[in-house]
């Protein structure tokens, strides 16, 4: 199978940052549309924060201040067509954006790649049981543990 080329790739971006919490989040955004223009590709970067290093015009080849979520990524991909996207600089917010964008078909749709990580290694890193479930059968030593839904649950 060819090795797809990026030619174009969305960058989910930080997001809103409070003083002295997320900024690394901007940094590696930022430090990652670097890398991308380095390498010729143009960056589409969405970020509904205004005020972060990442919106500045000279970061990204296109800059959405827009709020993250499915719907409006969902209609930048329609529009920018990107090859690929890179969620994994967006923190949490990214991560679970990235998860909802497969999940309604919009990446398989308009065959956007994701770059740094796959569905997979997010679903098995975010599900609790689902990660305990892979050490155990990679006989990986973990502490005791499990999973709880209720302060009842919790309760030795």
Known sequence: MAKKILKKVMVIGSGPIVIGQAAEFDYSGTQACKALHEEGIKVVLVNPNPATIQTDLTTADIV??????????????????????IATMGGQNGLNLSTQLYEQGILQKYDVEMLGTNIWAIEHGENRESFKRLMQDLEIPLPKSKTVNTFEDAKV
Do not use: H, M, S
Request: hydrophobic letters at 30%; a negative charge; zero cysteines.
């Open 64 to 85: 959405y201040i827009e709020p993250l979520n499915v719907e409006t990524l969902g209609k930048i991909i329609e529009k920018e067509r990107p090859d690929g996207l």
